[in-house]
């Protein structure tokens, strides 16, 4: 925040402003990249990517073909979520595995 000096002239910094500023950038910077990384673990990185172009750079084309962009999406999601469920059952047949070696 900037206040004019007594003068009217010199603009001066308000106490506590720009470090006001700057400690915020730095919070929602470091809150973003919890999100990318949360998103990269949870394979999402290309539906959100996709979604984010979409509406964005390919906005006029989306919104003369919602039904098809969404039903990519929606597929894009899926094929996430089966990438989940086939990761599970190879991590629950390797513990099985190893019971059965095991006993």
């Not at 990249?33 to 509406?55: F, K, M, N, T």
């Not at 969404?70 to 989940?84: E, H, T």
Request: charged share 15%; aromatic share 8%; hydrophobic share 55%.
């Amino acid at each position: 925040m900037q206040s004019l000096s007594a003068d009217g002239n010199m603009p001066q910094i308000a106490e506590g402003g720009m470090e006001h500023d700057v400690c915020f950038f730095d919070d929602a910077m470091t809150l973003l990249g919890g999100i990318v990384r949360l998103a990269q673990a949870l394979r999402l990185s290309v539906p959100l990517l996709y979604g984010a172009l979409v509406i964005t750079v390919f906005r006029p084309w989306y919104l003369t073909h919602t039904a098809l962009a969404d039903g990519i999406f929606f597929v894009l999601v899926g094929l996430v979520a089966l990438s989940w469920v086939v990761s599970l059952i190879r991590v629950v047949r390797e513990a099985v595995l190893r019971l059965v070696r095991k006993g």
